[in-house]
């Protein structure tokens, strides 16, 4: 969905080091939400936030934190990446007044760490 | 625990015949239930949702999905398969609760390729 971008696209980094995926949105909406994909396994959620001053951890929030810098940006940190943080990562929006609950994807990051 | 369980990891099917991808879930409360499809190198795109009303609800691409309670299943179905709807499909969950129907879960998904 172009209304919700990510960057970058790709990325290769070296196991200890950090790294940042971004993630904007056009859409407006207010809630916002990082998963990573990994095959068989479906999409897990590791953070979300309701707006700017409310995060909160997923499933899988251990090794990673998260920024909401506006409504319209929300990045994913990786303080110390680790190889088997190697994934899919996928950032989406949501917006639940009317009784929207569906959620829209950016197009993901592919992150190898070696 | 809330979970959803999608028993095939692929489904194949000739073009132009019926397709049905599987999909049941564990959520407390009343569900709302979605399917998403996933082309490569793309994110997931929504096709539809059951969140109240009509148990039978229509999506994009000629979809449509049937919300059965007693069986806590969510099928996807299509009358007849064109080979473009060959891709990953994703069925998921969430409880109906204010902050929880953001915590959506995702089945494992289902590879569906149609053969010419």
């Known amino acids: 969905d172009a209304d919700v971008t990510q960057t970058p696209r790709n990325r290769i980094t070296k196991t200890g080091k950090r790294i940042m995926l971004e993630c904007s949105q056009t859409k407006g909406h207010d809630r916002m939400y990082w998963y990573r994909q990994d095959p068989g396994l479906g999409l897990r959620l590791i953070y979300y936030s309701f707006d700017v001053k409310d995060i909160n951890k997923g499933e899988i929030s251990d090794g990673y934190s998260v920024s909401r810098q506006a409504q319209a940006k929300f990045s994913l940190s990786l303080e110390s990446a680790i190889p088997n943080q190697t994934a899919l990562y996928f950032c989406a929006t949501s917006d639940e007044r009317q009784g929207h609950y569906e959620q829209y994807f950016g197009p993901g990051t592919r992150l190898t760490v070696t | 625990a809330q979970s959803v369980a999608q028993p095939e990891d692929q489904v194949n099917v000739a073009e132009g015949n019926p397709l049905t991808v599987k999909c049941t879930y564990s959520?407390?409360?009343?569900?709302?239930l979605f399917w998403y499809v996933q082309y490569p190198n793309r994110g997931l795109q929504f096709l539809l949702k059951?969140?109240?009303?009509?148990?039978l609800v229509k999506g994009s691409y000629g979809f449509e999905a049937e919300f059965n309670k007693s069986q806590t299943s969510f099928h996807l179905k299509k009358p007849s398969a064109l080979v473009s709807d060959s891709a990953l499909y994703f069925c998921?969950?969430?409880?109906?609760?204010?902050?929880?129907?953001?915590?959506?879960?995702f089945g494992s998904g289902t590879r569906l390729s149609i053969r010419p």
């Open positions: 998921a969950a969430a409880n109906s609760g204010y902050s929880s129907a953001s915590k959506i879960i």
């Open positions: 959520v407390s409360g009343n569900p709302y």
């Open positions: 059951y969140i109240t009303g009509d148990n």
